[in-house]
């Protein structure tokens, strides 16, 4: 298993497993494009992927202009084994050595995402469009939190 920085050409295979999942789907999966991943990790922040026997299990997108984590998942023969941890510490690290700014995301009500984030240590400080809640994480919150074992 190896964590690695995000390159254009796993666009395909980040896709693969963003329409994999079986919580936080896309109600139309042509919503975000391969363009649209392309401008994430090249232009408005960093991705990273978790890559098992050459295939691509999980990824991490953090988009720096807005501030907010805009993708974290996994195929879903692969949770509950620690890669999403690995993934989520790799990418707020990397942030936060960027910005000392707070970061925020999006999640669904009631799902397991919403239960890994605030184990992690994330604020929930509102609603984020239709059922979803909006999570927050400061840089002082990350430095305590960060070796949590969200299990």
């Not at 649209?36 to 098992?52: A, P, Q």
């Not at 295939?55 to 620690?82: H, M, Q, S, T, Y």
């Not at 669904?108 to 994330?122: L, V």
């Amino acid at each position: 298993m190896t964590i690695r920085d995000a390159r254009i050409d796993d666009i395909g295979q980040i896709q693969i497993v963003r329409n994999s999942v079986i919580e936080n789907t896309l109600s139309n999966p042509n919503l975000v494009t391969d363009e649209d991943c392309k401008e994430f990790l090249t232009i408005r922040g960093k991705g990273w992927v978790c890559e098992i026997d050459g295939r691509i299990i999980g990824f991490a997108i953090v988009d720096l202009k807005e501030k907010n984590i805009w993708a974290l998942f996994l195929d879903p023969n692969f949770e509950r084994k620690g890669i999403g941890q690995l993934l989520h510490r790799t990418m707020l690290d990397w942030y936060f050595e960027q910005t000392k700014d707070n970061v925020w995301l999006g999640t669904g009500i009631n799902t397991r995402a919403e239960k890994f984030y605030k184990i992690a240590g994330w604020n929930e400080i509102g609603n984020h469009g239709i059922n979803e809640i909006k999570f927050e994480m400061t840089y002082e919150e990350w430095t305590k939190a960060r070796t949590v074992n969200i299990g």
